[in-house]
Every structure is written in structure tokens, then in C-alpha cells.
């Protein structure tokens, strides 16, 4: 069975860093991608950084955090992370961890992040 779980998230002052956790199990990293999600109120959920180990470890980052978030993994401990440095307040939002198998799509339950001015 697929399962995410999210940690990490919590409350910065702009300009700070988070570093968030998605721990996984009922899959590798060796099939397929895995990413992080992040969802405002009122707003769609917009894809913020993906890691691609099939296609050599290839990740993918949103313009608007490129430069400041890394995405990386350790198989050692199924868990996927994501550091964000230099945090905006428009960063703010729930974040959540990903997986699509080709089948289904997998979601957990998400970390609150807010960004203060």
C-alpha cells in the first residue's frame, strides 16, 4: 500500500528556511517520479519541484522557486525532502507530496507552511 506522510512545515519570517519531509513506503523511487505539490486557498494546486530517478535523477522546479528550493532524496530512509531557502510570504501554503504509479495518483496529507512579512 501506497502511503505519503508530509512533516516539516511551520511557521517562518520571510527570508528563512523550512525543510520538508515526505515519507514513503509500498513503492521505490526507481520507477517513477515523485513531487511536491502546493495549494493556496481558492486556488489550484500547482506543481512546485519533481525528482525523477528513472530518467537519472532529472528534477524539475517551479520559475518562482528555482534557485532557492532543492529537492533530494534518501532511499536509506524512503523519505524525499524539499529545502526551501529564502522563503516569500507568497510561498505560504499547504504543501504536499506526490506519487503517480502510472495508474493512481497518491497524495498525503500536507504541511502547512506560512511565510511571514
Known amino acids: 500500500e501506497v502511503q505519503l506522510v508530509e512533516s516539516g512545515g511551520g511557521l517562518v519570517q520571510a527570508g528563512g528556511s523550512l525543510r520538508l519531509s515526505c515519507k514513503f513506503s509500498g513503492f521505490t523511487l526507481d520507477d517513477y517520479a515523485i513531487a511536491w505539490f502546493r495549494q493556496t486557498p481558492g486556488m489550484e494546486r500547482e506543481g512546485v519541484s519533481c525528482?525523477?530517478?528513472?530518467?537519472?535523477?532529472?528534477?524539475y522546479y517551479l520559475d518562482s522557486v528555482r534557485g532557492r528550493f532543492t529537492i533530494s532524496s534518501d532511499n536509506a530512509k524512503n523519505t524525499v525532502y524539499l529545502q526551501m531557502n529564502s522563503l516569500k510570504p507568497e510561498d505560504t501554503a499547504v504543501y504536499y507530496c506526490n506519487y503517480n504509479d502510472g495508474r493512481r495518483n497518491y497524495w498525503g496529507q500536507g504541511t502547512q507552511v506560512t511565510v511571514s512579512s
Open positions: 525528482l525523477s530517478i528513472p530518467d537519472g535523477g532529472s528534477t
